[in-house]
């Protein structure tokens, strides 16, 4: 069992940079990828980017590929989501997610997340 707590959202102004951060409670293994989802108000959860746990292969979504990096502390047991030039769209509740059977493909699905935290969310005004 994986606990993550996401902290780091706020209110910043279109153009700023966020930089998230998701503290995993137990262990995990090279069977683990974790990754970051958004739901804005109104529309579904989306997938923005997902890391594998042991080697940092990574995987964005066109919309914040360039001003993104997605990585990850093993010492810590964390992973970061940071985003520069914010734009209003990147408004949402940004949700960690690790699957804990990762098997060589990062899925951009959220039903293949098998544990979830509560989300932060991120405000980025115009």
């Known amino acids: 069992q994986v606990q993550l707590v996401e902290s780091g959202g706020g209110l910043v102004q279109a153009g700023d940079s966020l930089k998230l951060s998701c503290a995993a409670s137990?262990?995990?293994?090279?069977?683990?990828?974790l990754a970051w989802f958004r739901q804005a108000p109104g529309k579904e959860r989306e997938f923005v980017a997902a890391?594998?746990?042991?080697?940092?292969?990574?995987t964005y979504i066109e919309a914040v590929r360039g001003r993104s990096a997605i990585s990850r502390d093993k010492a810590k047991n964390t992973v970061y989501l940071e985003i520069d030039s914010l734009k209003p769209e990147d408004t949402a509740v940004y949700y960690c997610?690790?699957?804990?059977?990762?098997?060589?493909?990062?899925?951009?699905?959220?039903?293949?997340?098998?544990?979830w935290g509560q989300g932060t969310q991120v405000t980025a005004s115009s």
């Open positions: 890391i594998t746990w042991d080697r940092g292969f990574n």
């Open positions: 137990g262990y995990m293994g090279v069977n683990y990828a």
């Open positions: 997610a690790a699957d804990a059977h990762f098997g060589g493909r990062l899925s951009r699905s959220a039903a293949d997340y098998d544990f």
